[in-house]
């Protein structure tokens, strides 16, 4: 095994397969109180699955009762956003890793200057971001439950409110701030060539920079995981996928538009069929 294998990709791998077990977990938790059909589509097929699971993790990830969703509380917050935090580092990390090959190319070519050290503190600026918007989004999804947006399985029971995400989604595919993001995200070293930092706090400052141009490629797509499902792992590794497609630097670039058509389309329907 190669020492970039073993020091970078091994720890990364283990980060993102921990985060998704993490979430995993969670799923189950709530499939407990509801069913695992209740957590979007296309999670009806582990229903039988989960039946069979006893393991739990506990109180982080039990569902908010009702007098914690009326009282509201700090801890119900916390629960909230390490459950986000855990679905963002299994989505997100992935997509990053042009970010953690293009700064260990520098760190194994440069060792003196950019020790390995550094790509760990690379990756904890990144997810510094996603840290901030797992609090944002752990907010909304709370305000969303006392307004009785969302159903016991954390699906959007409006349907004007999911047309909402979806088309608010589709748009901001073709918004100059999106091709701007998905511009660093496909070259990140981009990014390293015009502001590189040596040092400890130059790796965390240049990753929590990349990390904001990747919040700016994905958060509306993240947002959708109020139409498909908070705890729907189809729609997870679906939209994972899309946005590590998304950034490629060629394939990317045939997918943006199509993404945005259909997801107005989808949208439009669905605004139209809860007229109807």
Do not use: H
């Not at 993790?57 to 908010?64: M, Y």
């Not at 390995?116 to 439950?145: D, E």
């Not at 016991?152 to 047309?163: D, N």
């Amino acid at each position: 095994m190669t020492t970039r294998a073993s020091q970078v990709w091994l720890p990364v791998a283990g980060i993102v397969t921990a985060a998704w077990l993490f979430v995993a977990l969670m799923s189950i938790e709530l499939a407990r109180v509801t069913s695992a059909a209740a957590l979007g589509p296309g999670m009806s097929v582990f229903d039988t699955l989960f039946d069979q699971v006893t393991f739990s993790v506990g109180n982080i990830c039990r569902p908010l009762t009702d007098s914690e969703l009326a009282n509201g509380g700090v801890w119900p917050w916390v629960r909230v956003t390490v459950m986000w935090l855990a679905m963002s580092i299994a989505m997100m990390l992935p997509t990053a890793v042009p970010l953690i090959a293009t700064f260990s190319d520098f760190s194994f070519a440069n060792r003196e200057r950019v020790p390995r050290r550094n790509i760990a503190i690379l990756i904890a600026g990144y997810l510094t971001v996603w840290l901030a918007f797992s609090i944002v989004a752990a907010l909304l999804q709370i305000k969303l439950s006392q307004a009785v947006a969302l159903d016991g399985g954390l699906v959007s029971r409006w349907p004007y409110l999911s047309a909402g995400f979806l088309i608010g989604a589709g748009l901001y595919q073709f918004s100059p701030i999106k091709s701007a993001c998905l511009a660093r995200c496909r070259n990140p070293f981009a990014t390293f060539l015009g502001m590189w930092r040596d040092g400890p706090s130059g790796a965390w400052i240049m990753g929590m920079t990349q990390g904001l141009y990747c919040l700016g490629c994905c958060w509306a797509l993240m947002m959708l995981a109020f139409v498909g499902g908070v705890m729907n792992l189809l729609w997870m590794a679906v939209a994972m996928l899309l946005m590590v497609l998304e950034k490629l630097p060629r394939f990317g670039e045939r997918l943006t538009t199509p993404l945005g058509a259909a997801l107005i389309a989808a949208g439009a329907y669905s605004g139209v069929a809860a007229f109807i």
